[in-house]
């Protein structure tokens, strides 16, 4: 013994070093620990396209209750996956059907991992990048004459052109199908990813509108 009287720490010190159940957590580790799905971890996804990743926002949310829905050019600023949710509603059987349209997204996730091993969000934003024309036509009257101009697609377009050929290539493979929609998402989004316009619809409707615009140079 040393001789020397150590001091007991008291129940206010110890009462301080506790944290507050009742205390809301921050908001960083939220974000650190938040995952979409509660399966998905969003924080290192990789970027190939630089002129898109402004645009592509990927955030553990895929419900924000519509909170930019009134503000001008604030959609890029929500989570690409709520995007991909919103366009698949864009039909006339599936209008306001979110809670499908959530569902067969994250069934499909799941089949993607299942299939690549991968981060299904990842396959996403690659497949994004990947379906996103460069550019498009459009048309210009000459004295009443209608004359095809290229001309290159602005980056926050690019994005949602991306978007609505993925959309529609599952809308046109469950058509008149047995194949779940999940399923088909999960195809498509592969494919894309892969670069493969033989077999991915929004590859190939992104290659077509191209060699139109290579057309009209």
Do not use: C
């Amino acid at each position: 013994m040393s001789g020397e009287e150590t001091e007991a720490p008291s129940d206010a010190d110890v009462a301080a070093d506790e944290p507050d159940p009742d205390a809301p957590a921050s908001s960083e580790a939220a974000n650190e620990n938040a995952q979409l799905f509660g399966v998905w971890d969003v924080t290192e996804i990789a970027y190939e396209d630089p002129s898109t990743k402004r645009y592509m926002t990927v955030t553990p949310i895929a419900h924000t209750m519509g909170r930019h829905a009134s503000k001008q050019f604030k959609k890029s600023e929500i989570s690409l996956v709520e995007r991909l949710i919103n366009r698949l509603m864009q039909t006339d059987e599936n209008t306001g059907k979110k809670q499908q349209a959530t569902r067969i997204v994250r069934d499909a996730f799941d089949i993607i991992h299942e299939r690549t091993e991968e981060n299904p969000v990842q396959i996403l934003v690659t497949a994004v990048e990947s379906a996103a024309p460069r550019e498009e036509t459009v048309r210009l009257k000459y004295g009443g004459i209608s004359v095809p101009k290229a001309v290159d697609v602005a980056p926050q377009r690019r994005v949602d052109q991306a978007l609505l050929f993925i959309s529609d290539g599952v809308a046109n493979a469950t058509y008149k199908s047995t194949t779940a929609a999940a399923e088909a998402l999960a195809n498509e989004l592969i494919t894309a990813a892969d670069y493969d316009p033989e077999r991915s619809y929004s590859i190939s409707q992104k290659e077509e509108r191209e060699r139109v615009a290579a057309a009209a140079r």
